[in-house]
């Protein structure tokens, strides 16, 4: 572990840093105040949330008050059950137990002690259909009745609710309430801080952590340009976030040399950095939440590029390779970015990508393309063409394979009903996608061919929604060294961490349930002043 100077007089004197506005380091926060530690909370930024804020907003948590009151069935036994056979192995057992086992309990404890109001979600675990798992229920996200009227009316008394992230202009069209979803999450846990006199540090930013005596006393953080030193006589909890933005990171840890991440441009793997320096063990450095993004020339936030989500999986619509072939189900995103990263060792070269979206008119109006493309500065990412090979042509890929993987995909949707391909639409969840704009389809609600031009194309690149790699933490939250031996005084959530109650999966909510968890746990560890 590397001894980092000790300063000579300390700017702030705490008990409990937590470092990055996550609903993991929000919890932290209040819940080490609550238990009567002095807390800070400081965000590198000027606004709160980081990506949770431009988040859907979910916690999974099962066998949670809310599905049990609606006599859901859930248990631990099975929520054990699902992730062990989802993990591919590489989800650690004692953390497992600990999300499982204290995520009900932080639900109640957020709904009695903070102005958090939550309900059920309606989407399914992603893998409802394997053993354990459940087509509704362990969802739970910001009750819209309760919260967005609430928090309307909230703003003119809480000024904190104006530096809550809001998504980049026109992220989602409008389609979504400003205190809907993530800003949902983020701004009653904000006001809880308020309430408790809580200071929450903008712009101040953790460089280095502090070490003594094998202990992490505090760190120096950065801020109005100077050196800004804070004592923490109980702990730091970094919840910092993923690296998405770091470029030499990702390019270390995954097979990936240009990721377009949806997050904001501050995750920048500070916490990653911190605890590695001190000689923290890392995991799941590979692990990140892939989504294919949009690029609109020109587009900017903050001084970083912006990057679109886009509308995938839907009837008319389809993913081609370079090759102008279908490699993936697009109604099922984690099979999208395992297609990203599928490998030729013969000419090495990843096989797929760029990938490329393609729909017809009908899809493309539907879905907000068109109109998306009429109110952006320069329209021209969206390409159309009144013939498919006059399409491929402008996307860069061989048009008789375009034209013979269109109809062979109308076939299969006509004359088939079933994508024979990659089984598109096959499970509860990607039923429920498909439901989400197409409620009225009785049959397999993500197929329709591709009939009507003129035909529309995008060019696509490797999109973030964020990275699950990070330091490994033990049941109790404390950041663990490469010999296994817990590092005293330093503990770890959220995206800063590796999502190692699940392993190499994930389902909505997963990483914003441990995130709240894990904080919550932590500001009970150091509470109790316990050292194992």
């Known amino acids: 572990m590397v001894n980092t100077k000790v300063p000579a007089s300390w700017d702030l004197e705490v008990d409990l840093i937590s470092v990055g506005s996550s609903t993991g380091g929000f919890a932290g926060a209040i819940v080490g105040h609550d238990l009567g530690l002095k807390t800070v909370l400081l965000e590198k930024s000027s606004a709160l949330g980081g990506g949770t804020a431009l988040s859907g907003g979910v916690f999974w948590i099962p066998f949670n008050h809310h599905m049990l009151a609606e006599g859901l069935e859930d248990s631990r036994e099975e929520a054990l ?8 192995g590489r989800h650690d057992e004692e953390q497992l137990a600990a999300y499982i086992d204290t995520g009900p309990e932080v639900m109640r404890y957020l709904e009695q002690h903070t102005p958090m109001r939550l309900a059920i979600e309606s989407s399914p675990d992603y893998y409802a259909d394997l053993p354990g798992g459940k087509p509704r229920g362990r969802q739970l ?4 009745e309760v919260m967005i009227p609430m928090l309307k009316a909230a703003e003119e008394t809480y000024p904190i609710l104006a530096k809550v992230r809001r998504d980049p ?6 389609l979504r309430d400003l205190w809907a979803e993530g800003r949902g999450l983020i701004a009653p846990l904000a006001m809880a801080c308020v309430d408790r006199g809580i200071d929450i540090m903008f712009e101040t930013r953790a460089r280095e952590l502090i070490v003594e005596a094998g202990r992490v006393i505090g760190l120096r953080a950065e801020r109005d340009g100077k050196d800004f030193f804070i004592r923490a006589a109980k702990g730091v909890l970094l919840a910092s976030g993923g690296f998405e933005w770091n470029n030499e990171m990702n390019r270390r840890f995954m097979n990936c040399s240009g990721l377009t991440p949806y997050t904001p441009h ?12 001190v000689g923290a063990a890392v995991g799941l450095m590979d692990h990140a939440i892939f989504q294919p993004t949009l690029h609109v020339e020109g587009e900017m936030t903050e001084g970083k590029p912006l990057y679109r989500g886009i509308s995938y999986g839907y009837p008319g619509t389809m993913l081609v390779n370079r090759h102008g072939q279908r490699c993936c189900n697009e109604s099922f995103y984690p099979d999208i970015g395992r297609s990203f990263f599928v490998y030729d060792k013969v000419n ?17 109006s539907r879905l907000g393309l068109s109109g998306m493309a009429k109110i952006t500065k320069n329209p021209d990412w969206l ?18 394979n375009l034209v013979q993987t269109v109809e062979r995909f109308n076939r299969l949707c006509t004359e088939q009903g079933r994508d024979l391909d990659f089984q598109r639409g096959e499970t509860t969840y990607q039923n429920w996608w498909g439901k989400r704009f197409f409620p009225d389809m009785e049959s397999n609600p993500t197929l329709g061919p591709l009939t009507q031009p003129p035909f529309f194309g995008v060019k696509l690149g490797i999109g973030c929604v964020g990275n699950l790699g990070g330091l490994i933490v033990n049941k109790s939250a404390q950041v663990i060294d490469t010999r296994g031996e817990t590092i005293p005084g330093l503990y770890g959530t959220s995206n800063a961490t590796a999502l190692l109650s699940h392993g190499f999966t994930y389902t909505s909510g997963s990483s914003q349930g441990k995130s709240v968890i894990f904080g919550y746990i932590a500001a009970r560890h150091m509470a109790k002043g316990e050292q194992g």
């Open 169 to 174: 202009v026109p992220f989602f069209l409008g």
């Open 81 to 88: 059950t699902h992730v062990r056979r989802i993990s591919l």
């Open 383 to 400: 390409m159309s063409a009144e013939t498919l090979p006059e399409l491929a042509a402008k996307l860069g890929i061989p048009a008789e």
């Open 266 to 277: 501050y995750n920048e793997g500070d916490g990653q950095l911190m605890g590695m320096e």
């Open 141 to 144: 996200y910001p009750d819209p």
């Open 348 to 364: 090495s070269e990843l096989v797929n990508l760029p990938l490329s979206w393609v729909g017809d008119k009908t899809a493309t």
